[in-house]
């Protein structure tokens, strides 16, 4: 995170350190998450898809450091989040700012991207019926306004390995699973 902050890019500055490095202490960022902030405002869901997609571009434009460990798919040299979705970018004062790091690597970018594509389209809607096909809705809008951003055919090359990589994550249910394998039947149906 200090690296990234040193480049310019939106994460909570890092104020202490422990010196084995296990214990953290960061900025505190002031507002809500990117989810709350499309629950509060449905009619934002295209910009904000938008300024995810512009988090996803800055961020890949970053050489990976040499302290940073390879990301669990696809070798690359780019710094990759592997868990940028709007749950993990808090919306306040300043803008947009990225949290949760645990994840980061270096890799190949359209691997973050992808990994963005299936865990946005795969997640449980809440709700009754009514309810959870307006917010199927805007989640289509969501994840469709994002991957407009990016070659689509460039990161579906590789959302089977992400796939096949995630779905041994035991926190994914069986849903989220069967979700993300149809993400991935419908990209190659369509190359």
Do not use: C
Not at 1 to 17: D, I, N, T
Not at 44 to 66: D, K, Y
Not at 86 to 96: D, E, F, T, Y
Request: glycine fraction near 10%; proline fraction near 6%.
């Amino acid at each position: 995170m200090a690296y990234l902050h040193q480049q310019g890019y939106p994460v909570p500055a890092v104020e202490e350190l422990s010196d084995d490095g296990a214990e953290l202490v960061m900025e505190r960022i002031e507002g809500h998450s990117m989810v709350d902030a499309i629950a509060r405002s449905p009619w934002s869901v295209r910009r904000l898809a938008r300024t995810l997609a512009g988090l996803h571009a800055r961020l890949h434009e970053i050489a990976a450091p040499g302290f940073l460990g390879p990301a669990p798919v696809a070798a690359g040299d780019r710094v990759v989040h592997m868990d940028l979705h709007p749950l993990n970018v808090m919306i306040g004062p300043k803008g947009a700012v990225v949290i949760d790091w645990a994840n980061a690597g270096a890799g190949d970018p359209r691997v973050d991207v992808g990994l963005a594509w299936v865990l946005m389209a795969a997640g449980r809607v809440p709700g009754g019926r009514v309810t959870a096909t307006l917010l199927g809705w805007g989640r289509a809008m969501l994840v469709n306004g994002f991957v407009s951003q990016f070659d689509r055919l460039e990161v579906s090359a590789v959302l089977r390995p992400v796939v096949e990589w995630k779905v041994k994550d035991p926190h994914m249910s069986e849903a989220e699973v069967a979700a993300m394998w149809k993400v991935v039947q419908r990209a190659e149906a369509r190359t």
